[in-house]
């Protein structure tokens, strides 16, 4: 488990002014913290809420609110973090560990994302959003965590998170993420509830959002299916990385090393899809791609 800072600390020892309520304990807890996960060299984006801020937070009304499922083991880190949250207009329901989680997933009924942490007792955060989908929970997930590591990063997105924030970034930027990936999340609400779509024999079900092959469910992941569904809708006609890219997170959306960092996780996603596929059919080649472009699925043909 990563270091973190020591919640008991007293405030003369991290050099940091006495709180006089809850509110300022609580967001003075959040930035020791987020100190302790700073790396040599990276700018702090940390700021505390105006006055203005803060009016315009408190109007927030309950339609327009997020709605967390928070995920962390530290227990003063956690009280503090969803106070701060709270004070953005968030609503957050906590918990300590997957297991409890698991054994509560009515709260994820009216839930729009859930905040992991990587490091958690007994199951890892990994570990946990594989358990999630496989019970069934489709909610988009975010990881926030003090672990800067790429491969862990990678790995997160390639098991259907939608985003990876470290901690170091602070509060001010996990919420203004959040809030893009429910309104992503809420749009795509009504773009699902269309007619099931045909291509070859390929079969596209969404209503429950799954692909079928040959009428056999291929497990294809929320992310892989939205891929799919974009490559099939578009038969016959390539689609831009950047477009997948999109469709798997949400526009605008930035990940990977430098400035086409995506591309390499389109690579892995379409590459992921492509082995599902042939577990099922070897002979399948329906996905084509032009290099540094993007990929195209192939339109069947109409003879019989």
């Known amino acids: 488990m990563t270091s973190k800072a020591d919640p008991g600390a007293s405030h003369e020892s991290l050099n940091l002014p006495t709180p006089t309520t809850s509110k300022e304990k609580a967001r003075e807890e959040i930035l020791a913290v987020e100190r302790s996960y700073m790396t040599d060299g990276r700018e702090q984006n940390v700021a505390s809420s105006s006055p203005a801020q803060s009016a315009s937070l408190a109007s927030v009304s309950k339609v327009d609110a997020i709605r967390v499922l928070l995920i962390e083991d530290d227990q003063h880190y956690r009280e503090a973090l969803t106070c701060e949250l709270s004070e953005q207009g968030v ?21 729009d994302v859930i905040v992991l942490d990587w490091h958690l007792p007994k199951m890892s955060g990994i570990d946990l959003l ?27 997105f390639d098991k259907g998170a939608v985003d990876f924030i ?37 079969v596209l079900r969404p209503e429950d959002r799954r692909a079928y092959w040959n009428g056999v469910d291929l497990g294809l992941t929320l992310g892989e299916y939205k891929i799919v569904h974009l490559l099939a809708s578009n038969a016959g006609r ?34 992921r899809i492509r082995n599902k596929f042939r577990e099922c059919d070897p002979e399948f080649q329906e996905i084509k791609n032009y290099t540094a472009f993007g990929y195209c699925w192939d339109k069947p043909n109409d003879t019989d």
């Open 166 to 202: 470290f901690k170091s970034r602070g509060v001010e930027i996990l919420v203004k993420r959040l809030r893009r990936v429910v309104q992503a999340a809420r749009a795509e609400a009504n773009f699902w509830l269309t007619e099931r779509v045909v291509c070859g024999n390929l």
């Open 130 to 156: 594989v358990q999630l989908r496989q019970h069934g929970v489709s909610l988009p997930v975010v990881f926030f965590t003090g672990d800067d590591v790429t491969a862990h990063e990678s790995l997160a």
């Open 91 to 111: 609503v957050v329901q906590s918990f300590a560990d997957g297991a409890s989680l698991l054994a509560s997933l009515d709260a994820a009924v009216d839930t």
């Open 238 to 271: 390539f689609v831009a990385n950047r477009a997948i890219y999109d469709r798997l997170h949400h526009d605008g959306f930035i990940a990977g090393r430098g400035l086409h960092g995506y591309r390499q996780n389109v690579r892995s996603a379409i590459k």
